[in-house]
């Protein structure tokens, strides 16, 4: 059952309960389970499913995200937390392993709410992590040349310095900038061949 403070702050709820409650303190003078189950009807989601995916079921498929951002006018910045924390806990409640492509598309596009645009910039890149790409974000690609260079140049400090062992004092550490490091450097190689840049 979702609790709530005199505050408004969500208690015993998902992390995507959590962070839509933040943001409707933000665009709303009032936060409560009712409320957030009228954005939805308004959105023309389906009201028992969303109110399931309130309370941390991760299967439950109220429908498009983007009707519900559009209600809250939320920017573009609060509808990537929301649609990062929708999918942090898909990514929790399922088994690593590979998605077939087409169902990955489905799911950027049908559940998070991403045109197929961004989806198919995200899944172009998909190889190269780990995390549920839900929660990643869609770069045009000469923003990601800038993005990935930044991250590459930051990493390889970083790793460089774990390498020291007086930063971390943890090789486990060390390993995971150097692998992050490499990994922004594929990225932003990728980024610019697709901006004729390479």
């Known amino acids: 059952m979702l609790m709530y403070e005199e505050k408004n702050l969500w208690r015993e709820a998902s992390v995507f309960a959590h962070v839509l409650g933040r943001l409707m303190e933000v665009h709303l003078p009032r936060v409560d389970e009712e409320t957030a189950l009228e954005l939805a009807d308004f959105a023309g989601m389906d009201r028992e499913a969303f109110r399931a995916r309130l309370r941390g079921d991760s299967n439950a498929n109220p429908g498009d995200l983007s009707q519900l951002a559009y209600e809250l006018q939320l920017s573009e910045e609060e509808r990537r937390q929301l649609a990062m924390a ?14 077939p492509e087409e169902e990955e598309l489905a799911y950027l596009t049908e559940r998070v709410g991403m045109s197929p645009e961004e989806a198919a910039r995200i899944l172009e890149d998909a190889d190269l992590f780990i995390t549920t ?16 260079g930044e991250a590459e140049t930051k990493l390889d400090h970083l790793a460089q310095a774990a390498s020291l062992g007086s930063v971390f004092g943890n090789l486990g550490v060390e390993m995971l900038l150097f692998d992050a490091a490499t990994r922004a450097t594929k990225l932003r190689k990728r980024a610019q061949e697709r901006v004729g840049g390479a």
Not at 89 to 95: I, V
Not at 133 to 148: I, K
């Open 86 to 99: 929708y999918a942090f806990e898909r990514d929790s409640a399922h088994e690593v392993g590979p998605v």
């Open 133 to 148: 790409l839900g929660s990643h974000y869609a770069f045009e690609p000469e923003e990601a040349v800038r993005v990935w």
